[in-house]
């Protein structure tokens, strides 16, 4: 006699449904979008193949880019082609030769068209072709409480320690060059930070604007309030909202720097290197 002998056939059907539907919650809740942002450059576009092993790929570059480099990718990506000079005469003016709204814009149209649960943002001068680290980090937040509130990290954003600051040298100052969450979330926090580009909120520095523009766009579900990057809080909030990754444990990752001519680099430098050690500073 079979343990299912008892059960009717409705119930082992609806069993059977909700089983299946859970399987395919759990696989989406897995899925990973990737979006390159910025100039089209052929240290980003060499890495799409290791990309799409990972999940889809999402190219947002500007009209005036050489398109023709992504022929040979077309079939097996998604392509958002933005008008440059428009999107400056958006602006606030911030004294940058190229305006920050720029990195802000490109990354919120690409985050538009994400269909993954988590989406990875990369600039389009560098290149991350092992990510199996940082989507690990991503999968933990998802699955684990906060010790103290009780709360799922799901809310809380990677990002490179890539000129991740410490508190005492700048405040709310996170690194702009890898940036990783849930894809909803990104979406709130790159929305927020395009529009304070066009308002007088805007930040001379583009680390900052992104820092204050993922705490702001927060609800606290404990507090029942939106979080509020309040200075005499900036090492509480940081922790309470951002994670690092180590370039060094991503394999074969390459970034790059106007300060260092764009040139390719693969080292690290004096940066907070675990979002713990941000009250550090030597």
């Not at 890495?47 to 190219?59: A, C, H, Q, R």
């Not at 602006?91 to 720029?102: E, F, G």
């Not at 001068?125 to 009780?150: C, F, H, Q, W």
């Not at 005492?168 to 909803?184: W, Y």
Request: charged share 30%; proline share 4%; aromatic share 10%.
């Amino acid at each position: 006699m079979s343990q299912n002998h008892y059960v009717s056939s409705t119930d082992l059907w609806w069993l059977n449904f909700n089983k299946s539907i859970l399987k395919k919650f759990e696989t989406l809740e897995n899925t990973v979008s990737i979006v390159i942002q910025g100039p089209l450059n052929d240290r980003s576009l060499k890495t799409i193949p290791s990309y799409l092993k990972y999940g889809e790929v999402i190219v947002s570059c500007w009209g005036n880019d050489n398109l023709s480099k992504l022929d040979s990718y077309k079939k097996d990506i998604k392509i958002v082609i933005n008008n440059c000079e428009y999107i400056k005469s958006k602006s606030v003016r911030t004294n940058q030769k190229n305006p920050i709204i720029l990195q802000n814009y490109t990354t919120l149209n690409g985050l538009k068209k994400a269909s993954g649960h988590f989406t990875i943002k990369t600039r389009s001068d560098e290149s991350y072709p092992v990510l199996d680290p940082l989507i690990d980090m991503l999968r933990k937040n998802r699955d684990t409480k906060d010790a103290k509130t009780g709360v799922y990290n799901w809310h809380k954003i990677i990002t490179s320690n890539i000129y991740f600051r410490h508190d005492k040298e700048c405040k709310f100052h996170p690194s702009d060059h890898l940036i990783a969450g849930q894809t909803k979330r990104m979406k709130e926090i790159f929305k927020e930070s395009y529009r304070r580009c066009t308002t007088n909120e805007v930040s001379l520095n583009p680390e900052v604007l992104i820092g204050k523009s993922v705490i702001e766009s927060y609800f606290d579900p404990i507090l029942k309030k939106w979080d509020k990057a309040e200075s005499r809080r900036s090492v509480e909030l940081m922790q309470k909202h951002f994670e690092i990754i180590r370039v060094s444990n991503l394999p074969k990752s390459i970034w790059t720097s106007s300060y260092r001519k764009y040139d390719p680099l693969k080292g690290e430098e004096d940066w907070c290197h675990h979002i713990n050690d941000i009250k550090k500073y030597t």
